[in-house]
């Protein structure tokens, strides 16, 4: 039977950062709650709102602004759409006023200190990442709600499905990496085509066409913003931007107007092996700077590794002569796949299974994507995928602070290069004499996760979370 249903809209959303699953997730979990008070005709009635965190969202949530993300979405404010200029100062404006306008139509009295509460001992069993809200009525009845945020942007309603689909008759209905393979080898056809003939279901062929390149320009207009922003990361930790510093000393002092003009003049810096590393380290920083700071980022598949495929593509790009639409859908729809195995059969939730379910997976995604745009087979594809992974496998989440920025940004800049890496390497292979298959290394990803401890597990608990010594201000 198969698991679920997911699209190439699934793995790639538009949204605001630092992390999909303790920002993004809990502000569509706000949205759905308001949501439902408006459907359910007692939006009016309500006199008070209070929202309870759990486990790893207490723990970690006022660094990855969970705080920010539920108010924003209780107030009807949209992340695809939301201006990142602005969440500061609604924020402040929600804090120092004392009222909270619940989808932007009723104005309830809300404290902070005393109506969002980081229960931090408590955890819930289906998922570390949990929020409850409580609406009370001029009735004297309450509403209860409890939402479960995943990775990825996804929320799943306790008693309920959360973000639902129709259910459509797929031509090529995968949960697996061999079922994917099956389907190639049968029809012939590359990953990216599968996945085009797959997505029909849902749309037009052009509107998944516009919807995957709106989807890259907001990555290169990210990646094109990080590049050219100075100063220091928000959250107290003081860490400074350095992909502004970096593009400068490689580019000079010229300025670009766009993110076209920017390309062109990356493509004069030449092709020495330095010079590419260092690039692609820029791309990653940029995008996952800009993470940090509230900005406008995609989930690929998640926030917090976010920098990985836009870097691997920007190489592609840049050095590979990729800068063309048709290409830079095939990357995009080969990486989607990919991905969408790894949620069904393991998880993209660093809460569940640590950083090797964020930079491994967005690391095997962008090597099979960068695989097939250079020529692989659809064997190397796989192949590509596995050998990125296989060598994340155990990748702790030990975010110092709880902040989204060390070690989580440079570890985008690592996934990068191996995402390279793993491709040359298979690109250069006979895939027939793999001894690992992806399906494999996916279930072993999900063993290694069962069996990580928690404190591993985007809670700041341990490893470098504890070993760094730091003092951060109250939010």
């Known amino acids: 039977m198969q698991r679920e249903q997911l699209s190439v809209f699934d793995m790639f959303k538009i949204g605001i950062g630092p992390s999909s699953s303790h920002t993004l997730g809990p502000w569509r979990a706000a949205q759905q709650f308001v949501q439902a008070l408006e459907g359910g005709e007692v939006l009016s009635l309500v006199t008070e709102v209070k929202i309870l965190l759990y486990g790893s969202l207490a723990k970690t949530g006022r660094g990855h602004g969970t705080d920010i993300a539920v108010l924003l979405g209780l107030s009807g404010d949209d992340p695809v759409t939301f201006a990142v200029d602005n969440v500061v100062p609604k924020i402040n404006q929600i804090r120092n006023s004392h009222k909270l306008v619940l989808a932007g139509k009723h104005e309830i009295s809300f404290t902070a200190e005393n109506d969002l509460l980081f229960l931090f001992k408590e955890s819930l069993p289906f998922h570390p990442n949990a929020v409850t809200f409580q609406a009370f009525l001029n009735t004297g009845k309450a509403i209860s709600e409890t939402y479960y945020s995943i990775g990825g942007g996804f929320v799943v309603k306790e008693g309920g499905a959360g973000q639902q689909k129709a259910e459509v008759d797929l031509p090529f209905p995968i949960d697996t990496a061999g079922d994917l393979l099956h389907w190639c080898i049968k029809t012939g056809l590359k990953v990216s085509e599968i996945v085009s003939e797959n997505e029909q ?34 959250g107290g930790l003081n860490v400074a931007r350095r992909a502004a510093a970096l593009n400068k000393r490689l580019v000079g002092n010229n300025t670009y107007n766009n993110y076209d003009e920017w390309v062109m003049a990356i493509r004069k810096t030449g092709n020495g092996f ?28 998640t926030n917090g590794a976010a920098g990985v495929i836009p870097a691997v593509l920007q190489y592609f790009i840049v050095f590979c002569d990729g800068f063309d639409e048709k290409r830079i859908v095939q990357f995009l729809l080969t990486a989607s796949e990919i991905g969408c195995i790894f949620k069904k059969g393991a998880t993209i939730s660093a809460a569940m299974g640590g950083c090797q379910a964020e930079i491994g997976v967005s690391s095997a995604m962008a090597a099979a ?34 902040l989204v920025q060390v070690p989580c940004i440079e570890r985008n800049t690592m996934g990068a290069i191996k995402a390279i890496t793993a491709s040359q390497l298979a690109l250069q292979t ?4 793999a001894k690992v298959s992806l399906d494999a290394v996916i279930r072993t990803m999900w063993q290694t996760a069962q069996d990580m401890n928690s404190k591993y597990k985007e809670t700041a608990d341990g490893g470098l979370a504890v070993n760094i010594p730091i003092s951060l201000p109250e939010c």
Not at 222 to 233: D, F
């Open 201 to 234: 279901a849902w749309r037009s062929e052009q509107e998944t066409r516009n919807g995957v390149l709106n989807i890259f320009h907001t990555m290169g207009e990210c990646m094109y913003r990080g590049s050219h922003a100075n100063g220091t990361l928000p």
């Open 274 to 301: 330095q010079n590419i590393l260092d690039w692609v380290s820029c791309f990653a920083l940029a995008v996952n700077e800009e993470n940090a700071s509230f900005g406008r980022v995609v989930t690929a598949p």
């Open 369 to 402: 994507a960068l695989t097939e745009c250079l020529g692989g087979s659809q064997r190397q594809v796989m192949m590509a995928a596995e050998i990125a992974m296989e060598h994340h496998l155990g990748l702790t989440c030990d975010p110092i602070g709880g």
């Open 430 to 433: 006979n895939p027939d004499n």
